[in-house]
């Protein structure tokens, strides 16, 4: 009879400890640290610090992809690629781990196939030196910096 208890104080326990892994992971990996924006979105809530990394990455995106469309137009696909490669996976190791874990999962995935992306770029525009074709790449990849901010904003944590 008591050892019946005691099982059933151990699964209770065992519940309750899974249960406290699902929800850190729904908070940490899924989640990220979010709130709603004035204007609808998710708005992921960082550190001033934290923000102006994330920023400063989106600002390289902006002037990469500047001059890698004033290389289409000279039709030089080699530039391209040299201009794209910066932008790929190798950026995307730069983000802090305290960060990454602020970042709602889709954010993450997004960004990631933001960079796999500009990688993929690089590697056709140099082996098929095809610089219509890495246009035609580009406006694909631009669509999820679009949809991006369509979803996402990043508030500054309050300041204690
Ligand atoms: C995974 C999400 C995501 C993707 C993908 C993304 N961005 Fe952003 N970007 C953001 C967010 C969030 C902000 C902040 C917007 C805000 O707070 O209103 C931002 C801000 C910016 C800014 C403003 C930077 C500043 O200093 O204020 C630029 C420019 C920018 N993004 C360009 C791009 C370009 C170009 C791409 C595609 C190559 C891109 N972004 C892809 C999420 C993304």
Redesign the pocket.
Known sequence: MSKNRNDAVYWAIIGLLLLTIAGLVLKFVVLGRTGTAADGRAA?LLEPSERAV???E??Q??AG?QAMLEAADRGDAQAMAKLARP?GMAAAHDVPAGLAAKLPLE??T??HS?HGDFDRLAMDAEAMNDARLALRQLGE??K??V???AA????PAPVR
Not at 152 to 155: E, G, L, M, R, V
């Open positions: 992921i994330v920023l400063n989106m600002r995106f902006l992809i932008l954010f993450k997004l960004g933001v990849t631009m999820k910096c949809a991006c901010h996402y904003q990043i508030a």
